[in-house]
């Protein structure tokens, strides 16, 4: 499913408003630059990519990975309780 993008004429823009453009094949995508033009950093766009919607869709991917991990790993230490319960091994020596 595509995302319908609004597409804003440059006369509706405001007069302060700067809109970076980078040429990518025949097209033009908006960037958001991560420094403001003083030099300082724009926090808004290093943490979320200029949209709300990039956080939540990586807040996402990362909740989904982390509970793969812990399930892998919870499912790792039922078969080691299993396979110990199974085929005891003598650590004693001597």
């Known amino acids: 499913m595509k ?22 094949g025949k097209n033009y995508r908006v960037v958001h630059p991560i420094k403001n033009e003083d030099g300082s950093w724009n926090w808004f766009n290093l ?29 790792v230490k039922f078969l080691q309780d299993q396979l110990a319960s199974c085929f005891p091994i003598d650590t004693s020596f001597g």
């Open 47 to 75: 943490f979320t990519g200029g949209s709300w919607f990039n956080v939540i869709v990586v807040g996402a991917i990362v909740l989904i990975t982390l509970a793969i991990l812990q399930e892998y790993s919870s499912n």
């Open 3 to 24: 995302w319908k993008k609004k597409i804003v004429k440059a006369e509706d823009l405001p007069q302060a408003a700067k809109v970076y453009l980078v040429k990518q």
